[in-house]
């Protein structure tokens, strides 16, 4: 089975700290993405990445940053949270066809 | 711009009755597409999936059908459960690409 962990499944943090939201994954896939979800606007792309150090942009990465030194390792950073950055944040990570889900974390920035 | 709807938020039926889902879609270069289940708090779980070489794919009560022509795909859930409610997202993709394009989702409710 494809395990997806994220670090946190609930965080509240203040506006204006740096928060960084981790995500590994143990099937050696390629691709890593980071998403968030809202009501009414589904999934949204921040970031992915399809290799280790590589990284695109998504649809809405103002405000975030991603890093990825290892393969099975992709990071999530808010520069400097603000309270519209309160959200679900979920990880992914697919070889190919198939994307696999980690529990999500629930940021609220207040 | 929003390459995969979902135009229906939210969908109630019976218990034992069929639930059906839709889906479009507007680019063509897209060739595989899938379902996923999400539970409140919970990440998105795998469903079911198609290729765009088929138009019919089934697994137990789910069976996601694919009309290519119209760019259509939906999702048919028989007989409907209780735990099935949840929100239903349709996602595609394109074998020379990494991403994964999701529509905004269905909140599917069964009613007991």
């Known amino acids: 089975d494809v395990k997806v962990t994220q670090s946190s499944r609930y965080l509240v943090k203040r506006t204006g700290e740096k928060v960084f939201l981790e995500c590994v994954q143990d099937?050696?896939?390629?691709?890593m993405f980071w998403y968030r979800q809202d009501p009414g606007l589904g999934l949204r792309l921040i970031y992915f990445?399809?290799?280790?150090?590589?990284?695109e942009k998504g649809d809405i990465p103002e405000g975030y940053s991603v890093s990825r030194e290892k393969k099975e390792r992709f990071s999530l950073i808010l520069e400097s949270a603000s309270t519209n950055q309160t959200s679900m944040y979920l990880c992914?990570?697919?070889?190919?066809?198939?994307?696999?889900f980690g529990q999500g974390t629930r940021l609220t920035v207040v | 711009d929003q390459q995969v709807k979902q135009n229906s938020p939210s969908l109630s039926v019976q218990e034992g009755r069929i639930s059906i889902l839709n889906c479009d879609y507007t680019?063509?270069?897209?060739?595989?597409f899938l379902w996923y289940k999400k539970y409140p708090a919970e990440g998105p779980t795998f469903l079911i999936s198609?290729?765009?070489?088929?138009d019919k794919n089934e697994d137990g009560r789910f069976t996601v059908f694919l009309n290519k022509s119209a760019k259509h795909l939906s999702l048919h859930i028989v007989p409907s459960q209780p735990g099935d409610s949840a929100v239903y997202f349709c996602?595609?993709?394109?074998?020379?690409?990494?991403?994964?394009?999701f529509g905004t989702g269905t909140s599917l409710t069964v009613i007991p």
């Open positions: 992914a990570s697919s070889l190919v066809r198939e994307a696999f």
């Open positions: 099937m050696d896939h390629e691709n």
């Open positions: 990445s399809y290799d280790v150090k590589m990284k």
């Open positions: 680019n063509s270069m897209f060739d595989y």
């Open positions: 198609i290729s765009s070489i088929k």
């Open positions: 996602a595609a993709n394109y074998f020379t690409g990494n991403q994964f394009y």
